[in-house]
């Protein structure tokens, strides 16, 4: 089992940016960070896989960078150009299977760490 910690959340005006990070016990071949709205279900945001590939969800595309550092074992995402839709508790995750946005193919979970935009 791989544990992972977020930080790096917090309370932002719209056109801001943040930098998530996560620290992990373990990289996996699949990493991604996911994101839960008040009342909404959870929903992937950005994946990425040992070789560096990439996949985006449709609504941050251009705005959000996934990265994973594997000397100091951390994943990362870079939000910039924030909009309040993009507030939510957000997840990282590892052991995913594919490159897929799905939250139900990850097994392990950090905590959460909450992100505010206000407009």
């Known amino acids: 089992q791989v544990w992972l910690v977020e930080s790096g959340g917090g309370s932002v005006q719209a056109g801001g940016s943040l930098r998530l990070s996560c620290l992990v016990s373990d990289s996996t071949e699949y990493m991604g960070w996911f994101r839960q709205p008040p009342g909404k279900r959870r929903d992937g945001v950005a994946i990425?896989?040992?070789?560096?590939?990439?996949r985006y969800a449709d609504a941050v595309k251009g705005r959000f960078t996934i990265s994973r550092d594997f000397d100091t074992n951390s994943l990362y995402l870079q939000m910039n150009l924030l909009k309040p839709e993009d507030s939510g508790i957000y997840y990282c995750?590892?052991?995913?299977?594919?490159?897929?946005?799905?939250?139900?193919?990850?097994?392990?979970w950090g905590q959460g760490t909450q992100v505010t935009v206000s407009s």
């Open positions: 990425i896989k040992l070789d560096g590939t990439t």
């Open positions: 995750a590892a052991g995913g299977s594919w490159l897929s946005l799905n939250a139900d193919l990850f097994s392990d």
